[in-house]
């Protein structure tokens, strides 16, 4: 796979530190084997997210000193509710600081105690945010996800299938929601097809249970619907993406992923007006009076002309390049990994990397661990380490895939370094068979996996 040259020149630079292997091993443990807890001056290159970590361009630097910090009807606001209009024809827009913030703003308008909430794939924050509320997330990706070696162009999809015998065993009043991730992170970044998103609405419609949008990665799944769908091909980014939205009532965002700022997020409300003012009334106390929504004037000018940066074709042509060259290396390597590859991130398959170690003791992890000791390259899990435990009777849930994710910041690494990236890799292969596992010693009761402390075995 050929590396898509940037569609930028690089106007600053943030120096990064090299590290020895000892003083990783120091580190790590220090850190309790958790890799959160991992000063950023201590990694070489880091790939433990895409979500807050892009390259501001100098238009959205320039837009940020224009912007307006008052306290109500904020120009940024008016800036942000236009953008979001044009890009996902959607009447209403809510500001507030980041997705999980739009998560906590939403779904108590949506989902009540008991009820079942049915995504293609919940993330983890958003699991977190159906379980607070007492209502029980269940996935139904389609099998393809769970096969990582094979090609399927929309891995991210719903199996529709199983979503209606599910909800006519389950009672449609027993369904409170349905949650369509695109891409979908936890099956590997993948995309969602269009005919995916009309046939899960045209389902959710007939039963009469809301359909909204975990939007983080919107353009990225346009961009796949572009290349890999037919009758997509001449459409732009825009026009896809008002067509995806259109099959839904609402989306949250977290507008730190394709929308390129620091820290952001959306609520979008398609038209009905009486969401909209529950939306509202519950902003006011858990994130600010509503144009802001617990942002400063300048990341609304910021997220402004994000949101259309994220969709400009050259961007997103060298964007899902970027991935897919690193793909290509570990391929050729072989390394397994998710195939193929997501939009913003490789997920290697740990499962078949270290096939040794059993989900109790967190292969995804364990591989993160290991290329931080090899190279100081920082990354997560994805996998029954992130899943936690079920809610109900305690015990460790078992993720039906396990990956080590290899988020890539947008606009923000070189071919250079994943070229280093794909090298760890290849030497932590050599060794492979001889890598443990970890147990964990201490953990939180929800979204363990951000402060749990783990041990060696
Ligand atoms: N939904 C999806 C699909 C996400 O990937 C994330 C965050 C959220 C919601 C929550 O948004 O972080 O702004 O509160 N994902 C990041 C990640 C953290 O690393 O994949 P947030």
Redesign the pocket.
Known sequence: TNYVAEPFKIKTVEPIRMTTREERSEKLREANYNLFGIDSDDVYIDLL???GTGALSDAQWAGMMRGDESYAGARGFKRVEAAVRDIFNYKYVQPVH???AAEQVLFPTLLTQGKKCISNMH?D??RGHVDLLGAKPVDLVVSEAKDTRNFSPFKGNMDTVKLERYIEEAGAEGVGLIIM?ITN?SAGGQPVSMANMRGTSRIARKYGIPVII?A?RYAENAHFIKMREEGYADKSIIEITREMFSYAEAFTM?A?KDAIVNMG?LIGVRDDQELYEKVRGLTIPYEGFVTYGGLAGRDLEALAIGLYEGTEPDYLRYRIGQVEYLGGLLAKKGIPFQYPVGGHAVFLDAKEFLPHIPYTEFPGHTLACELYIEAGIRCCDIGSYMMGNDPETGEQLKSEMEFTRL?IPRRVYTQSHFDIVALALENIKKRASEIKGYRITWEPPVLRHFTAKLEPL
């Open positions: 997210t895409d979500s980041q997705g999980r993330f924050t958003t991730t992170n975990d983080a977290s730190k997020g988020a």
